[in-house]
């Protein structure tokens, strides 16, 4: 895959992947605790979570160079059928949850699972995960290269929790839901 775009943010410029699919796997989830935001004027309160996936093209520049590219992506932690989480999950899944599936659904199992990432530019130049897609079953799956965030992402994982109402009211803030590998390095089998 080529690599077409680097971006300067007032931290420097980074290198990102190009717009497309990436085969990826789920290197992290972080709970991030309950978010206060504003949506089109309306105030939300939500349980956020952070999925993030490591992909297989590494970077070619940077002080990064030959790490695997990375995504993240934002989600409130719900499973009702307008929810972003559950729309992402059954396309990676490929077919929809039925209703045992849901009421024991763990965050845990997305750990390791390979996926395509369909990657657009957003509006800011930044590149935005469209969609997740199942892997074909006859593709060689990657498995998670990290095993532990960066130390910046973690500032911003930590970052987000001290915003979290946990954090203000002084009842917790958010924890990792699982920084944990597949036992024995199985890899997960979809669905979840």
């Known amino acids: 895959m080529a690599f077409d775009k680097t971006t300067a943010t007032n931290e420097g410029t980074f290198e990102q992947p190009s717009t497309g699919m990436h085969q990826a796997v789920c290197a992290f989830v972080h709970d991030i605790g309950t ?22 093209d590494k970077m070619k520049t940077g002080e990064y160079e030959g790490k695997p590219f990375n995504m993240s992506k934002f989600y409130t932690l719900s499973v009702s059928e307008k929810a972003n989480l559950r729309k992402d999950l059954e396309g990676w899944r490929g077919k929809p949850f039925t209703e045992d599936e849901l009421k024991g659904f763990d965050l845990k199992k997305l750990i390791g699972a390979n996926c395509f990432l369909n990657l657009i530019e957003s509006k800011t130049g930044k590149r935005a995960i469209a969609s997740v897609n199942p892997l074909p079953n006859n593709m060689v799956k990657i498995q998670v290269t990290q095993h532990e965030p960066s130390e910046k992402f973690m500032q911003f994982i930590e970052k987000k929790r001290a915003e979290s109402l946990e954090a203000q009211t002084g009842n917790g803030a958010g924890h990792p839901v699982s920084t944990e590998e597949p036992i024995d390095g199985d890899m997960p089998v979809l669905p979840f």
């Open 35 to 56: 978010q206060v935001g504003e949506y089109m004027g309306v105030r939300k309160v939500r349980q956020q979570v952070i999925v993030t996936w490591e992909l297989a």
